[in-house]
């Protein structure tokens, strides 16, 4: 299909349609003044007399023509027109654009008209008998057109909602009459069409749609991606050669909107055409959705371009918006190329079930190719680092292209940083973490990162094996991206179980891993997460996984059991569900191309089908003597001042505690000190606080514990009950 060429300035078959018009015009007088239905009384219509009428008619004849001769100068007029509209002709080009038939025509020019020449809204409220009427109803073209080449059935069907005219919004009934259109509705023409037909392009005022000529088009090479540049190339060839009407659409979607916008540009210059941008985030209303959706469609088949709409879904939820389900539809009748911008599929498929779509997955960065762009983002605002510090923030953090550009305008507008020095990758890693996504902060409780590697207390081996959890998330870009393992792995996330009895750890060693790696760690609140009410848990764990998707952060599920328990016998409702939701976990865990911390007390309870998908699993055992007593010097070491009777090796040799319950006790004997006369810890603090401990977990302080120390337990625990 041709495009309409908007540049052409002349207007003869426009003037000739126009005196053919006004013979027509004439003709319906003298039929309505011969049968008297026309008033000889000046103030008919308020205002408009038959000498303001006869004195339009004349203007640019010699002479008024003769009455009985009319029709053959309608002929002869309309003989005129259509010469001048079979040769090359804006208004000729727009009526084959959308496939209008001669009766079709008729109707667009006699609905146009008031929009080329004020005259014609004084002649139609005269023919209409209402001054407040300018515009042509239906009753009104019908009188007009109806001859020997066109019925009253035909200037009818003319005007139907399935008929081209309505269908593509090139004329529409006055507002209030659309469902109920009578023969005194008024017929609009769209108001770009003026514009169109008098060579000055198509012009809407305040408009969301924006034109890209084809010579403006500048398509950024999708870097690394030869598979996805040859499928493009190759649907936009297979679509040329064959020009199949309606066109399919093409769906490109993947997390990175500007290597989305660039995959359409593409397309775009491969077909050599125009591109039309419709950002319709910027919709509100379903009408305002309808009516912008038609004037786009409508602008591409005058220009011939290549229609790209973005902002279908959400910002919050990855869902389709819902004030754009009926203007969707209208693509489905698209003849020319519909490109569909959407992060995830499932928004727009939706819409466009009975069409034909070419999907197309514009992957995120490589790893190479985004250290790439953090150099010419750099460049681009006269920074640079060194290529180990680029290296690791592309190897941290999966930025989209928008991101990267945002973090080195951020680091530009930093006093701090240094004109003229490289950057150190702590900079860039800082700047990348405050451009990610921090929708998960919503969902997700986000972890402070104060321990380092000398306040973790653990066992050698389970220390080193740490160290190579944060060597494997820091190499996972080479070894699932660079050397294709991630064929094997279903991907690039990472799925990492501490498991180990409570108070050993666990949640100090995943911050301590995001500590080293600079990248924040979210803890999940299963408390806010499980639902009683069915579907609700599965939408909650959703809305969890998709924002951390885009958020760069680990993923930390605490009293993970909870979740992951293991699936069992179906014996009624309540234990189907349960199963479909383990089973929907499961799904998601493995789907999920980040990095997963599962913290549980007993690993034993996790349902079997999550070992396969771990990476690494990590005993966290309880401490022994030796680590018990580096425990507590270790929490005992801050500034608090501290007796000299503190026997650490008693303390680690008699009570078998956790990390967290030495924890606990420091802290109570803490705060026994300060209310004291000498206001520094003692012994004597400790005891009493041990005792708290022991009794809270249901044990009796005995004297075989507290040996030579149960004297002073007895003591204080006596001025406690006074």
Known sequence: MSAVALDRPTHDEIAAGLRWLDRLIHREIHRLRARYQLSLDEFRGLYVSDEQVDALMRAGEPQAPDADSLDAQIQRARRNYLRELDGDSNFGRLCEAFE?????????????????????????????????????????IDRLLRSEQQSATEVRCSLLPDAPLLRHGLVRYAPGSERHATLNSAILVHRALPSVVLGMGFR?????????????????????????????????????????RPAPLWLFHGRDAERRADAVRSLADALGSDLLDLDCGALQAPDDAVAVFRDALLWQRLTGA???????????????????????RLLKDAPLPVCIDVENPAVALDGMRDSDVIRLAVPELARVARAAAWQCALAHRGLRAEDTALAIVADSFALTMAQIGRAARLLADDPDTRTGSALEARQLCAAARGCSDASL????????????????????SVARRLQDIVRAIRDRRVVFGDWGYARLAGGFGLRVLFAGPSGTGKTMAAATVARELDIDIYRVDISQTVSKYIGET?????????????????????????????????????????????SYLLQKIEDYQGIVFLASNLSRNMDTAFSRRLNFVLEFPLPDRGDRERLWRSMLSGTAPLAADIDFAFLASQFTLSGGEIR????DAAFLA???AERRVSMK??????????????????????????????????????
């Open 538 to 582: 599965e939408k909650n764990l959703d809305r969890i996984f998709n924002a951390a998707a885009t958020s760069n952060a680990i993923l930390f599920f605490d009293e993970a059991d909870a979740l992951f328990g293991k699936r069992s016998e179906v014996k009624d409702a309540h234990d189907r569900y349960s199963n479909i939701e383990t």
């Open 306 to 328: 290549v229609l790209h709409l973005r902002g279908l879904e959400h910002e919050a939820e990855i869902r389709p918006r819902p004030e754009l389900h009926a203007a969707m």
């Open 204 to 244: 809407i005022e305040g408009t969301l749609i924006s034109h890209v000529p084809a010579t403006q088009i500048r398509a950024h090479p999708v870097a690394g991606e030869d598979e996805l540049r040859r499928r493009i190339a190759h649907s936009a060839q297979a679509w040329r050669a064959g020009a199949q």
């Open 674 to 676: 300060a209310r004291g």
């Open 100 to 140: 209008l038939g001669e009766c079709d025509r008729q109707v667009l020019l006699v609905s146009l008209a008031p929009e080329l020449d004020a005259k014609y809204e004084t002649l139609y409220a005269y023919l209409n008998n209402d001054v407040t009427r300018k515009a042509p109803t239906l009753s009104l």
């Open 685 to 722: 603090d400790l005891i009493v606080a041990l005792g708290r401990q022991l009794t809270k977990q249901g044990r009796a302080p005995s004297v075989t514990e507290f040996k030579q120390h149960h004297g002073l337990l007895a003591e204080l625990g006596g001025e406690e009950s006074s």
């Open 441 to 460: 902060a919503g969902l997700a409780q986000k972890l402070h990162l104060p321990f380092d590697w000398q306040d973790l207390i653990l066992p050698p």
């Open 664 to 667: 606990n006790v420091v802290l």
